[in-house]
């Protein structure tokens, strides 16, 4: 049974100062203490049970990284490796960790000749997609937002409306410098027998699947160091130039080369066959339905300003008039001004055909490009979060629609914002061999409406209910990894997902310190909501699995519960029904 | 209730709160990010990392709200190193729409309140008290610098502000120069210190004090416009003094200009004329204060409603809101193209996500090596763009390059606006 480090002993902390300089660490509540995701964004699931680190180290190379994962494992402290601290999962859990800071591994090297990137894990998205157009090269910013950490991003999510054109981005990950969380520098693809980053295959099995799974381990088998990635020629004889400041800042589209397309559609099944057709021609470099509640926030200057036109505009969206019957289409001339003209005649005899009406669009990267605005999700009601996202087939995205705005208008609206009937985000990946798709719910964290005192703890549970429907209903969710409740979804996909999981973690991370814990989620409910567990009928992991749980262990023989190790201030906002 | 400026830092727990570390506060407008050199916005992260930067400030308000953190050895430089330019707050309106500069102020506020700031702000609080300036000079030399063209009554008053009249005279003698030819202007008898250093470093109640004594003096002049050339004075007198008698700028009885919004019209008009020659390529640099810290206060009362909404209270309109965006910008983009021979170079962070010169929030007097860092980036920049001279709009940004060049092998000259202006009429 490992042991518990209650604290960050001097010892530990002397070797962590003599790794990096006294000045790269930390054990000051002060900056500590915002080592927490914070904005209460995601306190409704992934962030439930953060806190505070208790030490922060910064190292500036991958000597610095394994010498520290190195005083970890000798010391048995759990630690949670940060990138761009973007991904709110990747807030530690575990009392008294070390949060490894990578901010100051910045580096970005360039194989222009075989259009590879190589980058370190502080390094985020808008940087590398400026320095790759200096270059004729690009690549996509994804949904998670250009001040996302670019390897954290390829290792979980990466969705982005180009994956249409250029597939899913971790298919780009190439060669990988990997510290496992006992110390050892492992190198996939070419640098295992060179030090050339540029071929993603390498001798012996392929990790990179492992290293990923199917939406990241959050931090849970180790630190990746260094990624090579694939990049693309650029379209674009010229850089677009940004125009406007402030909140409408964006790149202006020359629009012989790049232009937005948006068609009203008269039925769902025209909008169908659209995004079948558009991809069977394989044309275009995006297609999606976006939700219209997104198409207001971005035309909007502030929150008082989006209220405003939303909320009067209720009988008009309920009535099919606004954008959830938009298909969004973008066409790149990627190799000259012809391509895109062709491209304009096919799409326009696929949507005269439908009877799709053409309308305006701005002609200008609002997202995507360089910029992708997934920070300015809150400002609207104050909290958000994606309870699905999602990539299967497009009869499985409306299906999946269909279902999660059933859930969510009979139990959860209100508090959830009510969107009028929308049934989420969906976009054509993979040329329309796959679509992604995503439900997003918001709510006012300071001011719910409806009988609950507390918005977000309505929207955890529908979260927890969106993972219920999809066993259920037969459908495929997101929520099948170490985000989820494990317990409700690990028997139900493949032959009990939750036992390849952990059987990976252990054979990967046998003293369970890289951002543990594994099952999260089902002990938060265990303690907070067990009446879930009858309601969406699931049994918590913890029942169910015999290893992997260590800090649990021996946090409970401690007598810890969360009540003890998380603040009382947490606890504040619960289920209590207003009056 | 909410009221817009408060500086109370209890006031600002939804913007607390709300922040989500999603580090619009640090990291460059990502439409304008250049490339992978200059990608930070807020000096004090790209010196100290951690989370020395809006999102771990704003953490730590909270805790200090919620009694949930004790002092700890590190936090008075939690607080304090930092240079308060701002460029946290224009990156913030971009995404979450929080009042973030407020934020830290009235965090400074509450650690001056608790005792808990650097020992070398106290050294200029002093020299305030007792010279009225923040460098500890006579008062009696403030107009030494030898006005010409003053006359006894104007509807202009001259602000020239301590920099422009103890340590760097010039600027002076040029606006003064500036001034003779736009019609002539009054010095205001018995100027003190605006207060600004006092008001960045947190320190309100002595900063109440200068506001009311120079607002008294401003009164006595009967003036309609007060001009100034100094971008810290003229946020403080267009902004905070406003800020702290609970009134818009708009509703000050006099107008608030600085001396680059009066000559980019006249220029424009051919009141003024350029005759000399300035053959260059000129890096202009945007002053915190000047830009993005000095769009018109205005005073709003209501409450928070449904989804964060601001509802205007009884008497109060719909709140206006300010993104950096609304400083003064183009006048001295305008006025510097005017010359004949200037070439006006953009520096690859402008505008209101400008990277600070250094010279700010008593950075210089308690952690030099933070305002040091901040011009050594700054003059990269200027060595990127390919600049033959750097030309901002404050005596304290002047100060601030001059100082940086010296231990360094690329040197360019480093001007005032109103030395060339002077220079060129």
Same mark, same amino acid.
């Given at each position: 049974?490992?042991?518990?480090?209650?604290?960050?002993?001097?010892?530990?902390?002397?070797?962590?100062?003599?790794? %990096?300089?006294?000045?790269?660490?930390?054990?000051?509540?002060?900056?500590?203490?915002?080592?927490?995701?914070?904005?209460?964004?995601?306190?409704?699931?992934?962030?439930?049970?953060?806190?505070?680190?208790?030490?922060?180290?910064?190292?500036?190379?991958?000597?610095?990284?394994?010498?520290?994962?190195?005083?970890?494992?000798?010391?048995?402290?759990?630690?949670?490796?940060?990138?761009?601290?973007?991904?709110?999962?990747?807030?530690?859990?575990?009392?008294?960790?070390?949060?490894?800071?990578?901010?100051?591994?910045?580096?970005?090297?360039?194989?222009?000749?075989?259009?590879?990137?190589?980058?370190?894990?502080?390094?985020?998205?808008?940087?590398?997609?400026?320095?790759?157009?200096?270059?004729?090269?690009?690549?996509?910013?994804?949904?998670?937002? &250009?001040?996302?950490?670019?390897?954290? *991003?390829?290792?979980?999510? *990466?969705?982005?409306?180009?994956?249409?054109?250029?597939?899913?981005?971790?298919?780009?990950?190439?060669? +990988?410098?990997?510290?496992?969380?006992?110390?050892?520098?492992?190198?996939?693809?070419?640098?295992?027998?060179?030090?050339?980053?540029?071929?993603?295959?390498?001798?012996?099995?392929?990790?990179?699947?492992?290293?990923?799974?199917?939406?990241?381990?959050?931090?849970?088998?180790?630190?990746?160091?260094?990624?090579?990635?694939?990049?693309?020629?650029?379209?674009?004889?010229?850089?677009?130039?940004?125009?406007?400041?402030?909140?409408?800042?964006?790149?202006?589209?020359?629009?012989?080369?790049?232009?937005?397309? *948006?068609?009203?559609?008269? &039925?769902?099944?025209?909008?169908?066959?659209?995004?079948?057709?558009?991809?069977?021609?394989?044309?275009?470099?995006?297609?999606?339905?976006?939700?219209?509640?997104?198409?207001?926030?971005?035309?909007? +200057?502030?929150?008082?300003?989006?209220?405003?036109?939303?909320?009067?505009?209720?009988?008009?969206?309920?009535?099919?008039?606004?954008?959830?019957?938009?298909?969004?289409?973008?066409?790149?001339?990627?190799?000259?001004?012809?391509?895109?003209?062709?491209?304009?005649?096919?799409?326009?005899?696929?949507?005269?055909?439908?009877?799709?009406?053409?309308?305006?669009?701005?002609?200008?990267?609002? &997202?995507?490009?360089? *910029?992708?605005?997934?920070?300015?999700?809150?400002?609207?009601?104050?909290?958000?979060?994606?309870?699905?996202?999602?990539?299967?087939?497009?009869?499985?995205?409306?299906?999946?629609?269909?279902?999660?705005?059933?859930?969510?208008?009979?139990?959860?609206?209100?508090?959830?914002?009510?969107?009028?009937?929308?049934?989420?985000?969906?976009?054509?990946?993979?040329?329309?061999?796959?679509?992604?798709?995503?439900?997003?719910?918001?709510?006012?964290?300071?001011?719910?409406?409806?009988?609950?005192?507390?918005?977000?703890?309505?929207?955890?549970?529908?979260?927890?209910?969106?993972?219920?429907?999809?066993?259920?209903?037969?459908?495929?969710?997101?929520?099948?990894?170490?985000?989820?409740?494990?317990?409700?979804?690990?028997?139900?996909?493949?032959?009990?997902?939750?036992?390849?999981?952990?059987?990976?973690?252990?054979?990967?991370?046998?003293?369970?310190? &890289?951002?543990?814990?594994?099952?999260?989620?089902?002990?938060?409910?265990?303690?907070?909501?067990?009446?879930?567990?009858?309601?969406?009928?699931?049994?918590?992991?913890?029942?169910?699995?015999?290893?992997?749980?260590?800090?649990?262990?021996?946090?409970?023989?401690?007598?810890?519960?969360?009540?003890? %190790?998380?603040?009382?201030?947490?606890?504040?906002?619960?289920?209590?029904?207003?009056? | 209730?909410?009221?817009?400026?408060?500086?109370?830092?209890?006031?600002?727990?939804?913007?607390?709160?709300?922040?989500?570390?999603?580090? /619009?506060?640090?990291?460059?407008?990502?439409?304008?990010?250049?490339?992978?050199?200059?990608?930070?916005?807020?000096? /004090?992260?790209?010196?100290?990392?951690?989370?020395?930067?809006?999102?771990?400030?704003?953490?730590?308000?909270?805790?200090?709200?919620?009694?949930?953190?004790?002092?700890?050895?590190?936090?008075?430089?939690?607080?304090?190193?930092?240079?308060?330019?701002?460029?946290?707050? /224009?990156?913030?309106?971009?995404?979450?729409?929080?009042?973030?500069?407020?934020?830290?102020?009235?965090?400074?506020?509450?650690?001056?309140?608790?005792?808990?700031?650097?020992?070398?702000?106290?050294?200029?609080?002093?020299?305030?008290?007792? /010279?009225?300036?923040?460098?500890?000079?006579?008062?009696?030399?403030?107009?030494?610098?030898?006005?010409?063209?003053?006359?006894?009554?104007?509807?202009?008053?001259? #602000?020239?502000?301590?920099?422009?009249?103890?340590?760097?005279?010039?600027?002076?003698?040029?606006?003064?120069?500036?001034?003779?030819?736009?019609?002539?202007?009054?010095?205001?008898?018995?100027?003190?210190?605006?207060?600004?250093?006092? #008001?960045?470093?947190?320190?309100?109640?002595?900063?109440?004090?200068?506001?009311?004594?120079?607002?008294?003096?401003?009164?006595?002049?009967?003036?309609?416009?007060?001009?100034?050339?100094?971008?810290?004075?003229?946020?403080?007198?267009?902004?905070?003094?406003?800020?702290?008698?609970?009134?818009?700028?708009?509703?000050?009885?006099?107008?608030?200009?600085?001396?680059?919004?009066?000559?980019?019209?006249?220029?424009?008009?051919?009141?003024?004329?350029?005759?000399?020659?300035?053959?260059?390529?000129?890096?202009?640099?945007?002053?915190?204060?000047?830009?993005?810290?000095?769009?018109?206060?205005?005073?709003?009362?209501?409450?928070?409603?449904?989804?964060?909404?601001?509802?205007?209270?009884?008497?109060?309109?719909?709140?206006? #809101?300010?993104?950096?965006?609304?400083?003064?910008?183009?006048?001295?983009?305008?006025?510097?193209?005017?010359?004949?021979?200037?070439?006006?170079?953009?520096?690859?962070?402008?505008?209101? #996500?400008?990277?600070?010169?250094?010279?700010?929030?008593?950075?210089?007097?308690?952690?030099?090596?933070?305002?040091?860092?901040?011009?050594?980036?700054?003059?990269?920049?200027?060595?990127?763009?390919?600049?033959?001279?750097?030309?901002?709009?404050?005596?304290?940004?002047?100060?601030?390059?001059?100082?940086?060049?010296?231990?360094?092998?690329?040197?360019?000259?480093?001007?005032?606006?109103?030395?060339?202006?002077?220079?060129?009429?």
């Amino acid at each position: 049974m490992p042991k518990v480090t209650e604290k960050v002993s001097q010892a530990a902390y002397n070797a962590l100062a003599n790794i %990096v300089g006294p000045e790269w660490v930390t054990d000051d509540a002060s900056i500590t203490e915002s080592y927490v995701k914070g904005g209460e964004i995601h306190d409704c699931i992934y962030q439930r049970g953060q806190q505070p680190p208790g030490v922060v180290v910064m190292p500036k190379n991958t000597d610095e990284v394994q010498k520290i994962v190195k005083v970890c494992f000798r010391y048995h402290l759990p630690y949670t490796p940060i990138g761009a601290f973007w991904g709110v999962h990747c807030g530690g859990k575990v009392p008294f960790h070390v949060s490894i800071d990578l901010s100051r591994m910045r580096g970005l090297d360039w194989d222009e000749k075989h259009m590879v990137a190589i980058v370190e894990p502080g390094l985020i998205h808008s940087p590398l997609q400026a320095e790759a157009q200096e270059r004729g090269l690009y690549t996509m910013t994804p949904g998670g937002g &250009s001040q996302a950490a670019v390897i954290g *991003n390829m290792l979980t999510c *990466n969705y982005s409306p180009l994956n249409y054109r250029l597939g899913l981005a971790t298919r780009r990950i190439l060669g +990988v410098e990997w510290v496992l969380p006992d110390g050892e520098v492992i190198r996939l693809g070419s640098l295992s027998n060179s030090d050339d980053p540029y071929w993603g295959e390498g001798p012996g099995p392929d990790l990179r699947g492992l290293l990923r799974g199917y939406l990241g381990w959050w931090g849970k088998v180790g630190i990746i160091t260094k990624m090579a990635i694939k990049m693309h020629p650029l379209f674009l004889p010229e850089r677009m130039k940004p125009v406007e400041r402030g909140m409408m800042s964006t790149l202006e589209f020359p629009d012989n080369r790049i232009k937005w397309y *948006n068609f009203r559609m008269p &039925s769902e099944e025209a909008m169908r066959k659209a995004m079948r057709e558009i991809s069977r021609c394989e044309i275009g470099a995006a297609v999606m339905r976006v939700p219209t509640i997104w198409r207001y926030r971005g035309k909007s +200057v502030s929150r008082e300003d989006f209220w405003s036109k939303w909320g009067p505009d209720e009988q008009k969206i309920r009535d099919g008039r606004a954008t959830s019957s938009v298909c969004r289409v973008l066409l790149i001339g990627y190799t000259s001004e012809a391509q895109l003209k062709y491209e304009e005649e096919i799409l326009m005899e696929i949507m005269t055909e439908l009877g799709a009406d053409l309308g305006r669009t701005k002609q200008s990267d609002q &997202s995507w490009i360089k *910029n992708a605005d997934s920070a300015g999700m809150w400002w609207p009601a104050g909290g958000y979060v994606s309870v699905e996202f999602v990539v299967e087939t497009l009869e499985h995205s409306f299906a999946r629609g269909k279902t999660l705005l059933k859930e969510k208008e009979a139990k959860f609206t209100p508090p959830l914002v009510d969107e009028y009937g929308e049934e989420g985000w969906i976009q054509m990946t993979d040329m329309g061999h796959t679509s992604y798709f995503e439900f997003l719910i918001q709510w006012d964290p300071e001011h719910p409406l409806g009988k609950y005192k507390s918005g977000e703890y309505k929207a955890w549970e529908h979260w927890v209910a969106s993972q219920r429907t999809a066993i259920d209903h037969g459908q495929y969710t997101a929520n099948i990894g170490s985000l989820s409740v494990m317990g409700l979804t690990g028997p139900a996909f493949g032959p009990n997902y939750g036992e390849i999981y952990d059987k990976v973690r252990q054979a990967v991370d046998p003293k369970d310190i &890289s951002n543990p814990p594994l099952d999260l989620h089902d002990r938060v409910i265990e303690e907070f909501a067990p009446q879930w567990m009858e309601e969406y009928d699931f049994k918590p992991w913890t029942e169910l699995m015999h290893g992997g749980q260590e800090w649990w262990k021996v946090l409970t023989s401690r007598g810890y519960k969360w009540r003890d %190790v998380l603040p009382e201030w947490y606890w504040d906002r619960d289920d209590k029904e207003i009056g | 209730m909410i009221v817009s400026g408060s500086l109370e830092l209890k006031d600002y727990m939804y913007e607390m709160r709300r922040c989500m570390r999603c580090a /619009s506060c640090k990291w460059l407008d990502h439409i304008y990010m250049p490339d992978n050199r200059f990608v930070y916005r807020c000096p /004090s992260y790209a010196k100290y990392y951690y989370s020395k930067v809006a999102y771990g400030r704003l953490k730590l308000g909270l805790a200090l709200c919620e009694n949930r953190l004790e002092d700890t050895p590190g936090m008075k430089d939690m607080v304090f190193q930092c240079l308060m330019c701002g460029a946290c707050d /224009s990156g913030c309106k971009r995404n979450l729409d929080l009042e973030i500069m407020n934020s830290l102020e009235a965090l400074r506020g509450h650690m001056v309140a608790g005792g808990r700031y650097p020992e070398a702000h106290q050294r200029v609080i002093d020299h305030v008290a007792k /010279s009225h300036n923040k460098f500890g000079a006579p008062h009696k030399d403030r107009a030494a610098w030898g006005p010409v063209n003053a006359q006894a009554k104007s509807d202009t008053v001259y #602000f020239a502000g301590c920099g422009a009249s103890y340590q760097d005279k010039n600027l002076a003698q040029a606006s003064d120069k500036i001034l003779g030819q736009l019609g002539g202007y009054m010095l205001l008898l018995g100027e003190q210190c605006c207060g600004h250093p006092l #008001f960045a470093m947190g320190h309100f109640d002595a900063f109440r004090q200068q506001m009311e004594t120079n607002l008294e003096a401003m009164k006595a002049t009967g003036a309609k416009r007060l001009v100034t050339a100094c971008a810290e004075c003229y946020k403080t007198w267009k902004v905070d003094y406003p800020r702290l008698m609970k009134m818009s700028t708009k509703d000050l009885p006099f107008e608030v200009v600085h001396i680059t919004e009066l000559v980019a019209p006249a220029v424009a008009s051919g009141q003024i004329k350029f005759n000399g020659r300035v053959d260059m390529k000129l890096a202009w640099h945007d002053p915190c204060n000047l830009g993005r810290m000095s769009e018109p206060y205005t005073h709003w009362e209501g409450d928070r409603g449904q989804w964060g909404c601001l509802e205007p209270g009884q008497g109060f309109a719909a709140k206006e #809101f300010n993104r950096g965006t609304a400083g003064v910008y183009e006048a001295p983009r305008d006025i510097l193209a005017a010359i004949p021979g200037v070439e006006v170079l953009e520096l690859k962070r402008h505008h209101e #996500f400008s990277w600070c010169c250094g010279g700010h929030g008593g950075a210089p007097e308690a952690y030099p090596e933070l305002a040091a860092y901040a011009v050594s980036e700054r003059l990269e920049e200027v060595k990127d763009a390919g600049a033959e001279a750097v030309v901002s709009a404050c005596p304290y940004c002047k100060q601030q390059f001059q100082d940086g060049f010296k231990d360094r092998d690329h040197k360019v000259p480093v001007f005032d606006i109103t030395e060339l202006i002077a220079q060129a009429l």
